[in-house]
């Protein structure tokens, strides 16, 4: 170290302060730019330069992995409400269509045997609409892949179709199937 003062080393801890006497007074200055070494681990090199440690990056990793978790949960949950918020308004789009039958046929409803095949082809079976037009290109699928159950009467309005989604399992009859009478 270079001598920063006009005066001699004096004191326990000669390298971290300096005494320039001056008239009878002593000044203490600290040596600037001090380093902390620990030189067992990192082979010399000051503290502030070591990185971190694999604990803290176990950690941080741990961090990451419970916000990603929670969010992927969390999307699920909106992709479900996505789904049926679909179905609904499939509901109402079919419905529609199946109002339009009803009107140019002169008909009613298409019964449960011709099913939303009336709206793709025209009936074979009895009873046959007067005029029919196409009004659906294929037969139409819920969010999750599976085909529409349609029923007529209705079972809480029996002077309605009703059609029924079975839901994320696909199973017809369960707590999670869908109806547009709901």
Known sequence: MANRGKGPKIGCFTDNFWVVP?????RFLAVENMKIQDTKNNQGRPR?????????????MGIIGVILGSVIFAS??????????????????????????RNIGRNGYPTEPQGLE???????????PRDWVQSLPEMPKDPWGNPYTYKFPG????????????GPDGVFGNEDDLSSQD
Request: hydrophobic share 35%; aromatic share 8%; glycine share 4%.
């Open 155 to 166: 079972s809480k309005k029996p002077n309605e179709p009703e059609l029924i989604s079975n």
């Open 48 to 60: 502030l330069a070591r990185g971190f440690s694999l604990f803290e990056m176990v950690i941080v």
């Open 22 to 26: 001056r008239l009878y007074r002593c």
């Open 118 to 128: 009336a709206l793709i082809k025209k009936p074979g079976s009895s009873p046959i």
């Open 76 to 101: 699920k949950s909106f992709g479900d409400s996505a789904r049926v918020q679909t179905t609904r308004q499939d509901f109402t789009t079919l419905i529609t269509h199946l109002d339009q039958y």
